[in-house]
């Protein structure tokens, strides 16, 4: 396994103020719950919050990912430097994050000296296949995708590109290995599924003890895609069977209506007492929403975009977890540049750019996502391109 990053310890301080966690598991309607069944010895019983024991096996794990400081970006080196006059395609979708994806990507190439073709694949299953036909029309030397579709969806286009051309996935929530034209992954099923694990740990460490009922905003166009709220679900019925979760279904084409959905479902469900995400911009305006409604509750999400980091430092938002925006792009352009030197970059760490983000430690400039200092030199010194 390749390593990414180096974590620092965490100070079991910080549990104090990371107030919050996740949820929330998706089945058909527009809402529907889940409650945990006995699975450990740590969890709760007779129908009260996670016990004395689940919260310290929370908390041992939680210090393993939750760093009080940055981390430290370790890219892997190329072996040559990175091919000169590239076109790269990148199929990009039109939430905030992606957006921000596309424009680091935008950074990298022009510092590698290639041309950017940025083709919008929108956020339903018919625009995101309209985008892959563009795709397959006019390639380009490279071509990086960021997964909002189960892939066998949109896999028979990635066959039809040219075998010369690679193709890089960024943040499937599958396993690739049965899609061998997949070259290289960048954030992947493991590190979207540790997220939930340790949201839920978070969730558990954080409760004080008493039950909890989460509400998972999600939109149903990416079930299956994201696995981080089923990790989260199926860690925290195992740590607390008495806690509970469930799905508040909205879409992200018709984001208006988010906010009055989420409100109109904690009135009616007075007990639920986190609110969660798999995308930060499906939160936005949520938060400010519940506060002006009278509704305190602890609200989380990963995938963050400035929006939320907002939202933290006013108060109205908990925590989130970042999702590299920043760095990612790099990652992915570095896998590209190996695979067009025939080189196989080796599988990512699935920890990768794990960061969570409270009050506590809010970056000074919340007007962007986090960004790791220095991340951008350290690639370059590793593609051989810096000193």
């Known amino acids: 396994m390749r390593p990414r990053t180096k974590r620092l310890e965490m100070s079991l301080a910080v549990l104090a103020v990371l107030a919050a966690a996740v949820a929330g598991c998706s089945s058909s309607g527009g809402t529907s719950s889940s409650?945990?069944?006995?699975?450990?010895?740590?969890?709760?019983?007779?129908?009260?919050g996670p016990s004395a024991a689940a919260i310290a096996q929370a908390k041992?794990?939680?210090?393993?990912?939750?760093?009080?400081?940055?981390?430290?970006?370790?890219p892997e080196k190329l072996n040559s430097p990175p091919p000169k006059g590239i076109k790269l395609t990148l199929i990009?979708?039109?939430v905030p994050a992606c957006t921000s994806f596309a424009q680091q990507t935008a950074v990298v190439t022009k510092a590698l000296g290639w041309t950017l073709n940025v083709i919008n694949e929108g956020v339903t299953p018919q625009t995101i296949i309209s985008a892959f036909k563009q795709a397959d029309?006019?390639?380009?030397?490279?071509?990086?995708?960021?997964?909002?579709?189960?892939?066998?969806?949109?896999?028979?286009?990635?066959?039809?590109?040219?075998?010369?051309?690679p193709f890089v996935l960024v943040a499937p929530g599958q396993d690739t290995s049965p899609y061998p034209r997949i070259g290289f992954t960048a954030s992947g099923i493991n590190e979207l599924?540790?997220?939930?694990?340790?949201?839920?740990?978070?969730?558990?460490?954080?409760?004080?003890?008493?039950?909890?009922?989460?509400?998972?905003?999600?939109?149903p166009t990416l079930t299956g895609v994201y696995p981080t709220v089923t990790?989260?679900?199926?860690?925290?019925?195992?740590?607390?069977?008495?806690?509970?979760?469930?799905?508040v279904q909205v879409s992200t084409a018709q984001n208006n209506n988010i906010a009055p959905t989420v409100v109109n479902y904690m009135e009616s469900h007075s007990d639920t007492n986190y609110v969660v995400s798999e995308l930060g911009s499906l939160l936005n305006g949520v938060p400010a929403a519940l506060n002006q409604a009278g509704i305190h509750v602890k609200i989380t999400a990963r995938a963050e975009d400035a929006a939320n980091l907002g939202d933290i430092q006013a108060g109205l938002m908990t925590s989130v977890i970042t999702s590299e925006v920043n760095e990612e792009p790099w990652?992915?352009?570095?896998?590209?540049?190996?695979?067009?030197?025939?080189?196989?970059?080796?599988?990512?760490?699935p920890i990768g750019v794990f960061h969570l983000i409270t009050k506590a430690n809010l970056p000074a400039n919340t007007s962007q996502v986090y960004t790791v200092p220095g991340y951008e030199q350290e690639y370059l010194k590793a593609w051989g391109l810096s000193s």
């Not at 041992?60 to 370790?74: C, F, R, S």
């Not at 990790?231 to 195992?238: D, E, N, P």
């Open 60 to 74: 041992a794990e939680l210090a393993k990912y939750a760093p009080t400081g940055d981390p430290v970006i370790v």
């Open 137 to 165: 029309a006019n390639p380009g030397d490279a071509v990086i995708d960021i997964g909002l579709l189960p892939i066998a969806a949109y896999y028979p286009y990635v066959q039809k590109l040219p075998a010369k051309v």
């Open 35 to 48: 409650a945990g069944s006995p699975a450990s010895a740590a969890a709760a019983g007779g129908g009260g």
């Open 92 to 94: 990009s979708c039109s």
């Open 193 to 219: 599924e540790l997220q939930g694990k340790v949201m839920a740990d978070w969730a558990v460490a954080t409760s004080g003890g008493k039950v909890i009922h989460s509400a998972d905003v999600e939109d």
């Open 331 to 349: 990652l992915a352009v570095g896998g590209v540049a190996m695979l067009l030197n025939g080189q196989k970059p080796n599988p990512v760490d």
């Open 231 to 247: 990790a989260y679900t199926a860690r925290l019925q195992q740590l607390c069977p008495s806690c509970t979760s469930a799905n």
